[in-house]
């Protein structure tokens, strides 16, 4: 069964930082490119950055390109979500999840196909 739990988010001031994690169960990554999307009360679920198994393919939404920063660490089953200089429009739930084999398109969410269950981030101005 594969879990993906996040962890890392909570309540900062506009301009600070929050590095959030995602550990997966056993070895549910392995192979796997992985994304993390956010929601915002009343909005869709946004994309916000993915990873390729190696991590050497990465992209980002605009809105985030030069104060997110996307990692893993495969030997522990984790990816992260370093974020710098919050804006109060970051503020959502974030979620991870595993993009399925041979998917190509990274920013919709039918391209993933296991999800976690999502940490809170409050950004105040």
């Known amino acids: 069964q594969v879990q993906l739990v996040e962890s890392g988010g909570g309540l900062v001031q506009a301009g600070g930082s929050l590095r959030l994690s995602c550990a997966a169960s056993g070895g549910a990554f392995s192979g796997y490119s992985v994304g993390w999307f956010r929601q915002a009360p009343g909005k869709e679920r946004e994309f916000v950055a993915t990873?390729?198994?190696?991590?050497?393919?990465?992209y980002y939404v605009d809105s985030v390109q030069g104060r997110f920063t996307i990692s893993r660490d495969n030997p522990k089953n984790t990816v992260y979500l370093q974020m710098n200089r919050l804006k109060p429009e970051d503020t959502a739930t974030y979620y991870c999840a595993r993009r399925r084999g041979g998917s190509s398109d990274y920013t919709s969410h039918l391209a993933y196909d296991y999800w976690g269950q999502g940490t809170q981030v409050t950004v105040s101005s």
């Open positions: 990873i390729s198994w190696r991590g050497g393919v990465i």
